[in-house]
T-cell receptor, first 114, second 113 residues
Framework: SQTIHQWPATLVQPVGSPLSLECTVE??????LYWYRQAAGRGLQLLFY??????ISSEVPQNLSASRPQDRQFILSSKKLLLSDSGFYLC?????????????FGPGTRLTVL | GQQLNQSPQSMFIQEGEDVSMNCTSS?????WLWYKQDPGEGPVLLIA???AGELTSNGRLTAQFGTTRKDSFLNISASIPSDVGIYFC?????????????WGLGTSLAVNP
C-alpha cells in the first residue's frame, strides 16, 4: 500500500529565515505530487504540482519554491520567510489513471512564522 | 482561482441527526470527491464519484454525482461525535489542466452529544 510522509510536523521560524519542508511517497512510482497551503483551517490553496522529476508548475506567485530531486520526493522551500507564509502545508500524491486521479494527503506541517 | 460553492459553511447538530451538504459548480465536472479533515491532520478521502447520477455509500455516508454534472451532495446518517470535522468537496472538470482539483471551502460540522 502507498503511504505519504511529511516532516517536520510542526515548525516555528523567524521572519526572514529559510524554509525546507519535505514530502516523500512510498509504495508507488511516478506519482503526481502537490503542495497545498491551508490558512485559518479552511480552504486548500494549490501552490505547486509536479508530474515528474524536475517538472514543476507553480500556481500562485509567492515567496515559495518547490523542487523534486527524486521521483517520490517533493520539497517546498523559501529563502526568506514572511509572516504571511504561516499556515498548514499539505503534500498530496495521485496516480493518473484515466478519471481516477484521486489525491491522497499527507499529515501536514504546521508552520508558524514569528 | 476557481472554487466550488459548498454549503452550508457550518453546521451544529445533535448526535443522531442526519446531515446533508452540497457543492455546485459553474462548469461540468467529470469527477467529484468528498474529503474529511480532522483538526491538525490532512484530509482523508471519503467517497469518489465518476459518473453522472452515481450514488455511492461508505458506511453511514452517501454521496451522489448530480445528473447535471455540476453538483454533488454528501449525506451523513445518524451522526456521531467522531463525525466532527471539516468536509471538503473537490472536483475536476473536462476543460483545462485536469490534474488540478477545484476545491470547495469546506463545511465545518459540530456534533452535540
Amino acid at each position: 500500500s502507498q503511504t505519504i510522509h511529511q516532516w517536520p510536523a510542526t515548525l516555528v521560524q523567524p521572519v526572514g529565515s529559510p524554509l525546507s519542508l519535505e514530502c516523500t511517497v512510498e509504495g508507488t512510482s511516478n506519482p503526481n505530487l502537490y503542495w497545498y497551503r491551508q490558512a485559518a483551517g479552511r480552504g486548500l490553496q494549490l501552490l505547486f504540482y509536479s508530474i515528474g522529476i524536475d517538472q514543476i508548475s507553480s500556481e500562485v506567485p509567492q515567496n515559495l519554491s518547490a523542487s523534486r530531486p527524486q521521483d517520490r520526493q517533493f520539497i517546498l522551500s523559501s529563502k526568506k520567510l514572511l509572516l504571511s507564509d504561516s499556515g498548514f502545508y499539505l503534500c498530496a500524491w495521485s496516480k493518473l489513471a484515466g478519471f481516477t486521479d484521486t489525491q491522497y494527503f499527507g499529515p501536514g506541517t504546521r508552520l508558524t512564522v514569528l | 482561482g476557481q472554487q466550488l460553492n459548498q454549503s452550508p459553511q457550518s453546521m451544529f447538530i445533535q448526535e443522531g441527526e442526519d446531515v446533508s451538504m452540497n457543492c455546485t459548480s459553474s462548469s461540468i465536472f467529470n469527477t467529484w470527491l468528498w474529503y474529511k479533515q480532522d483538526p491538525g491532520e490532512g484530509p482523508v478521502l471519503l467517497i469518489a464519484l465518476y459518473k453522472a447520477g452515481e450514488l455511492t455509500s461508505n458506511g453511514r455516508l452517501t454521496a451522489q454525482f448530480g445528473t447535471t454534472r455540476k453538483d454533488s451532495f454528501l449525506n451523513i446518517s445518524a451522526s456521531i461525535p467522531s463525525d466532527v470535522g471539516i468536509y471538503f468537496c473537490a472536483g475536476r472538470s473536462n476543460a483545462g489542466n485536469n490534474r488540478k482539483l477545484i476545491w470547495g471551502l469546506g463545511t465545518s460540522l459540530a456534533v452535540n452529544p
